[in-house]
């Protein structure tokens, strides 16, 4: 078409040279570009509180982000609006959810499940909204974000998961790749605008969506893979940002699944237990080449708690 046209639910009519749908993740025009269904419930559910930052101890961090991680759940907390207010957010997995309500991941069995942190975790829990219930929904990445006239934008095009906080950045990230590439194409070659913005921001938003999802899988574990996680964790120098380079830096290189760590923790756990014998040390170093020089202490010491552990269970 040589002009896109929006009908308004009063009759008003807008005739434009495209239209930008920045809906969010219920978006009532994604369809049109991609009609992939309703998002999906991924079994989550948030609770959100915020109270004013005088109430607030020193114990409670308030110059970081504090992250209480546990079996599907974690607790996070940090100082927002300038430093006036401090936002908590807990976020669980319900052992409750049926297919035909929405009647799960109520406040009591949030209470139920916060009920064995320690009591940082739950005084926090007093300070939480619990009138209102935010259940989490997922959608996967398109290949496509335009279709004639119409164009996605935000979580519209690519809802994420909130465990990486790029929702709002990643909007910023294709507003301005969109003007980017009008200014350069001009009104009379909105193909050629779509198409270089769907060429630059796809493949990024889409790594973003699935790191998104890495780390709510990396900061949930439970198990074998929760012992790894906290060796990491444990003796990481917690202002190394290496990892996250790729985010915030120009000229990002993308990468692939098996190369987060999420990635390769899974590739850990699935071939250690099928591999580890009483001498496990040829499958030990094939693991551990797998990652970085800087990570491989790192993994050699929690490998050797579940290479114990593995060995007492098999």
Not at 139 to 160: E, F, I, T, Y
Request: net charge neutral.
């Amino acid at each position: 078409p040589k002009s896109g046209m929006v009908e308004c639910a009063d009759g008003t009519r807008y005739d434009c040279n495209m239209v930008i749908a920045a809906d969010g993740l219920w978006s009532s025009l994604r369809k049109f570009v991609c009609d992939d269904g309703a998002p999906l419930s991924v079994g989550y559910v948030t609770y959100r509180g915020t109270i004013d930052i005088k109430q607030v101890s020193e114990e409670a961090g308030l110059e970081n982000v504090q992250f209480w991680i546990g079996p599907s759940m974690h607790l996070v907390q940090y100082p927002i609006r300038r430093g006036e207010l401090y936002n908590q957010a807990a976020v669980f997995k319900s052992n409750k959810m049926p297919d035909d309500t929405d009647q799960w991941g109520t406040k009591e069995e949030l209470n139920q499940r916060f009920s064995i942190g320690c009591e940082h975790i739950k005084n926090a829990l007093k300070s939480i909204q619990t009138n209102i219930r935010w259940p989490v929904y997922d959608r996967n990445p398109l290949s496509k974000w335009s279709r004639g006239r119409l164009v996605l934008l935000g979580d519209a095009a690519h809802p994420m998961l909130q465990y990486a906080g790029q929702g709002a950045a990643q909007a910023l990230e294709d507003a301005d790749a969109l003007v980017t590439a009008y200014k350069k194409y001009g009104p009379l070659k909105i193909d050629c605008v779509f198409r270089e913005y769907e060429q630059n921001r796809i493949p990024r938003s889409s790594k973003v969506v699935q790191f998104a999802r890495d780390i709510g899988t990396f900061a949930h574990y439970n198990g074998v893979k929760k012992i790894v996680r906290d060796q990491i964790l444990k003796k990481h120098d917690m202002y190394d940002y290496e990892f996250l380079k790729w985010l915030y830096e120009d000229n990002q290189n993308d990468g692939n699944r098996s190369d987060t760590i999420e990635g390769k923790i899974e590739r850990i756990t699935t071939l250690g237990v099928e591999k580890f014998s009483v001498d496990a040390s040829p499958y030990w170093k094939t693991l551990v080449d797998q990652f970085s020089p800087s990570l491989g202490n790192l993994l050699n010491d929690g490998l050797k708690i579940c290479r114990n552990i593995l060995d007492i269970v098999l």
